[in-house]
Nanobody, 120 residues
Framework: QVQLVESGGGSVQAGGSLGLSCAAS????????MGWYRQVPGQEREMVSS???????TYVDSVKGRFTISRDNSRNTVSLQMNSLRTEDTAVYYC??????????????WGQGTQVTVSS
């Protein structure tokens, strides 16, 4: 089992910045690929960004150049720095871990979510 606790959400005006952080416990953090998803009420959860165990990053096109994901294996944390925020970035943001269990088997875990609200 992996426990994920997000922090850092809040409200900001368009053009501003927010940083999200996720603290993981319960498993060897370095065995987990980490990521951030977001969800707007009535819509499907969307992958925002991910970072592999080796540090390879991916981003959804809409946040490229504005968001930066990073991980600190010594502190078991993953962060998402969000700059130049837009109203359409408003959502609940979820931290997720996809952890290696054994060859061919991974388990996914989710945090409780943190609200990000961007106003115009």
């Amino acid at each position: 089992q992996v426990q994920l606790v997000e922090s850092g959400g809040g409200s900001v005006q368009a053009g501003g910045s927010l940083g999200l952080s996720c603290a993981a416990s319960g498993r060897t953090f370095s065995n987990c690929a980490m990521g951030w998803y977001r969800q707007v009420p009535g819509q499907e959860r969307e992958m925002v960004s991910s970072i592999s165990r080796m540090g390879t990053t991916t981003y959804v096109d809409s946040v490229k150049g504005r968001f930066t994901i990073s991980r600190d294996n010594s502190r078991n944390t993953v962060s998402l720095q969000m700059n130049s925020l837009r109203t359409e970035d408003t959502a609940v943001y979820y931290c997720t871990a996809n952890c290696f269990e054994k060859v061919g088997t991974y388990s996914r875990y989710w945090g409780q979510g943190t609200q990000v609200t961007v106003s115009s």
